[in-house]
């Protein structure tokens, strides 16, 4: 039986608070003169029925809902693999300027000098920052960065003459999902690389899969156990030997910003999370922000239109008869960049190293101080995040998942679960260098007591969490149900 | 630095507790040749109120809207943002959450999630929703690659009215795949050739309003794929259904769309908004989330993302897409949008749009213009000039008019046409001094 839930009612949707006649802005009006729409446009359609709101009920109803939102400016939000670090509030005065804010895309070059600046500032100090020779921006999102990442080694292989025989993209096990699906994605076939005792790559079970097929070898660094893959040098050899691509997955960059950089490592190309690592706001799925880093060989394969300095001012350079052609709509997430900028250049090269080595410090104490009730999966220094088994609550009946739902209950939003899927009853929690020593101790509190709970009363954790607007989701449910449009009552869910 | 809030006491007592001396002990997995020797060769850090000075004086290189008027379309547009937008998605708990995997704490995003679901699927009068993909452009190419899946065919048509950067994008995604691009031609600015496409395509992929704005005949699109037995793929632009007949009335199979005018600035084109509906026969099939309805244990009704399965995190290369993160903030603020708008305000601008649109017509042409394509426009047009229309867009920006976009790089034989834009934020003033400069530039 749940017990109660937090007595805040379930909010209405806003389609219910919709009353004939009203209206939640103020349009511009029209004096240009009236029209026969017929003759304009031809048929008209029925009405849209969108609620009809008054500006104020517009209002409360965003804003209340928010307060059924957890976000970093709410609390502590330790997600594995996602960097959820502070976002500067300085970033979001600099992307609501109105000369980035209100500027078209399509308008002559000359007249938008001052963004083609910004983009190829971001750009300049990501080069060094990662070791890259060049830097694009037109990928929208991390996915879509690798993705792109894997289309300009498919175009350099064809250009070799070698597209027709490099079918295969090797991924480690521990990859993210998005890995496997990108290389799909790009008509690649998939072959899973076995990870090591120790959480690195098995150096023999790589150069068992290599073989002139190979197309690239899809490496997350640090890895998504948290750890350095110390042998990343050779790795990137052995399949530079048959002719294969190494693509490094950057979600994980946060620990190496200004201590180590991977275009040093031996990698060909990598993507980076601009919405982990350089702190533009996650926005609860989006926008993210994909940047990726080329060495020079794969630069004549870059996304059309290419932005490049030419006598100390940036140009964009449409003729490229090698691209693999367009990504996205434009020039990818402008404002994002300009977030991104600021953040950058808070840091400077005096401070940038302060990104890798405080999350590094943070996730190493994390691990240090839970490392009684929940052990490492590698007894190993982390990097910027930790990778901890739950593994011995399980004969209570206790899953990696109900210690996370019961650390809601505690306040703290829950570590990444079940991730990566080699590492059983895994929680994989990230604390980034923004977080005080005192909010750390206070989530370390929090896990220590829920584990000696699930020793003692692991029906709290089965319950969990108590404290929210609802309960765990019987998300079967929604499966069966597939309510994922409102309708107006009476309500027949949709069966598909 | 504000952000890193570790003082040495802090520094020192976190070092004990990990047993190690110094944070350099913590990178000792790093291979010495790999570490870096010297600090980075970037910029010394700025403070605050550098940053910001800084930043103004990059974006004050830019000829923003505040002094030109906007006649510049294709495909982001320059329409009226209510307040409320920038209000409601500027709050922290919206701004910095991750995505809601999990839904006990993030039961606020998810019911907007699934109101913009169902305004969505409203809009364009289809069965459903995603909770929103990159931009227009990818969701029309992540519709073709669904297409190619479910219909087990290679190839694909898309029409030369379709944005040439959609157009370029699909190509790219395609090619990337093996799946064979096909473009059909159009006559006087509507799409042509149906007849000549057979059972090979698994789809055909139509926009309308067009790139030129023209209004595509989408019952003739509809026996088309049904001859063919190819999914019918239509993108359109959202504010155009706020008085159109929508594709899902013309039995659509996938209705795309780029969401910017719905509430999103235009932001030097990103970030922006993907749309894209269905019927609901191909719901396991389609890419990005989906957030349902259901309930907790004790009966309590909730939100969720659903039909996980189809996701890359489960199914890796077996998924639907690799898309992952979406443009959950610009949905958001078209959440917003269209709820501050409601029944009578979406019909209002797309009215207004036809109107200015209308006049806009009428006075250019009496100003030396001439309407390129005859067919019915809505909010976007085609102008021929008697000269190459990319001189005479730079003479007006002189006069402080953002004209429209000069053709010539887009199709041959376009040199002196220009692509103008009209939405409801024009006023008769401003589109009468466009014509009257149009008019003194022309001579």
């Known amino acids: 039986m749940q017990r109660q839930t937090k007595s805040v009612p379930v909010p209405q949707l806003i389609f219910e608070r919709s009353r004939p006649g009203r209206i939640g802005c103020s349009l511009p009006k029209a004096d240009t003169p009236e029209v026969d729409l017929s003759k304009a446009i031809g048929q008209t359609r029925d009405e849209v029925k969108w609620p009809e709101v008054s500006e104020l009920e517009v209002m409360r109803h965003f804003v209340n809902l928010s307060h059924l939102n957890y976000g970093i400016e709410t609390g502590f939000y330790p997600l594995g693999s996602c960097t959820m670090k502070y976002n500067p509030r300085i970033n979001e005065v600099t992307a609501s300027m109105s000369g980035f804010r209100n500027l078209h895309p399509l308008q002559p070059d000359h007249t938008a000098e001052g963004a083609l600046e910004v983009l190829l500032s971001v750009y300049e100090i990501l080069e060094e920052v990662t070791g890259f020779d060049d830097i694009t921006m037109q990928p929208v999102a991390g996915a879509h960065g690798e993705m792109t990442c894997l289309m300009l080694i498919k175009a350099y292989h064809e250009s070799r003459g070698e597209g027709a025989m490099r079918t295969l993209v090797l991924v480690p096990d521990s990859a993210h999902g998005t890995n496997p699906a990108s290389a799909a994605r790009c008509g690649y076939d998939v072959k899973t690389i076995p990870t090591d005792a120790d959480g690195n790559t098995d150096l023999e079970a790589l150069k068992a899969a290599l073989n002139e097929s190979v197309a690239a070898f899809m490496v997350t660094n640090p890895s998504t156990l948290g750890l350095f893959e110390p042998n990343i040098q050779e790795v990137c050899k052995l399949v530079h030997a048959v002719g294969g691509q190494v693509f490094c997955d950057g979600a994980n960059m946060n620990a190496m910003v200004g201590t180590t950089r991977p275009g040093d490592h031996g990698f060909d190309c990598m993507h980076l999370n601009l919405h982990k690592t350089f702190s533009t706001p996650h926005g609860g799925g989006g926008p993210g922000c994909g940047a990726i880093g080329l060495k020079r060989h794969l630069e004549p394969f870059l996304p059309a239109p290419a932005l490049k300095r030419v006598d100390g001012k940036p140009v964009l350079d449409r003729h490229r008869p090698l691209s693999i052609g367009r990504v996205s709509s434009f020039y990818g997430q402008f404002l994002m960049a300009v977030r991104a900028l600021t953040y950058l250049l808070a840091y400077g090269k005096e401070q940038m190293s302060h990104i890798s080595r405080y999350s590094v410090l943070n996730a190493n104490y994390v691990q240090a101080r839970l490392r009684e009730v929940l052990p490492q999966a590698h007894n190993r220094p982390c990097m910027h995040e930790c990778v901890l088994t739950a593994q011995q609550y399980k004969k209570n009946g206790v899953r990696a998942l109900d210690i996370s739902k019961r650390l809601i209950d505690y306040g703290f939003h829950p570590p990444t679960n079940y991730f990566p899927l080699i590492v059983p009853e895994c929680l994989m929690i990230e604390p980034t260098e923004t977080e005080a020593k005192e909010t750390l101790d206070a989530f370390c509190d929090a896990l220590i007591a829920i584990c000696h709970e699930a020793n003692t009363n692991p029906d709290l954790l089965h319950e969990a969490p108590t404290t929210q607007v609802v309960g765990r989701l019987d998300e079967a449910k929604a499966v069966k149900l597939l309510d994922v449009k409102w309708q107006h009552a009476p309500e027949t869910p949709a069966t598909v | ?443």
């Open chain 2, 1 to 443: 630095m504000p952000y890193v809030p570790h003082t040495e006491a802090d520094v020192r007592e976190m070092l004990a507790t990990i047993g190690v001396d110094s944070i350099d002990d913590l990178f000792v997995e790093i291979p010495d040749d790999l570490k870096l020797k010297a600090p980075l060769n970037i910029p010394s850090s700025m403070d605050e109120a550098q940053l910001t000075k800084h930043l103004q004086a990059l974006s004050e290189k830019n000829v923003d809207l505040s002094r030109v008027t906007c006649f510049l379309g294709a495909g982001i547009y320059d329409r009226f943002i209510p307040a409320t937008v920038g209000a409601v998605i500027s709050r922290g708990e919206y701004l910095t959450a991750y995505t809601p995997y999990q839904p006990e704490v993030s039961q606020g995003y998810l019911q907007t999630i699934y109101e913009f679901q169902s305004m969505i699927a409203e809009l364009y009068d289809m069965d459903l929703a995603n909770a929103s993909m990159y931009d227009g452009a990818t969701s029309l190419a992540e519709a073709a690659i669904m297409a190619t899946g479910i219909k087990h065919r290679n190839k694909v048509a898309v029409s030369a009215t379709v944005h040439p950067h959609y157009r370029q994008v699909l190509e790219t995604y395609c090619w990337a795949m093996g799946v064979e691009v096909d473009t059909l031609g159009h006559v006087d600015g509507l799409t042509s050739g149906y007849d000549g496409l057979d059972e090979s395509y698994a789809c055909v992929l139509v926009q309308t309003p067009s790139f030129y704005g023209t209004i595509e005949d989408l019952a003739a699109l509809r026996s088309a794929c049904d001859r063919i037995g190819a999914m019918m793929i239509v993108a359109s632009d959202p504010t155009s259904c706020g008085i159109m007949p929508p594709p899902g009335q013309f039995g659509a199979d996938v209705v795309v769309g780029e969401g910017q005018p719905l509430g999103i600035p235009m932001g030097f084109g990103g970030p922006l908004l993907g749309l894209f509906a269905c019927k609901k026969e191909f719901v396991r099939n389609i890419p990005g989330r989906i957030v349902g309805r259901t309930t907790d244990a004790a009966g309590k009704s909730g939100f969720t993302m659903t039909l996980r399965t189809r996701e890359q995190d489960i199914r890796r290369e077996k998924a639907t897409s690799n898309i992952c993160t979406n443009e959950a903030l610009m949905a958001l603020a078209s959440t917003v949008y269209m709820s501050a708008l409601g029944k009578n305000g979406i019909r209002q601008v797309a009215e207004t749009t036809v109107r200015n649109t209308q006049y806009a017509i009428e006075v250019l042409t009496a100003a030396g213009g001439k309407l390129k394509f005859s067919a019915k426009v809505f909010g976007e047009f085609v102008l021929e000039l008697p000269r190459s229309a990319a001189s005479i867009q730079a003479e007006l920006l002189d006069h402080g008019v953002l004209a429209g976009l000069p053709l010539g790089e887009y199709e041959a034989g376009m040199e002196n046409c220009l692509l103008v834009a009209v939405t409801e934020k024009r006023t008769k003033a401003e589109i009468d001094d466009f014509a009257a400069k149009l008019k003194q530039v022309l001579g």
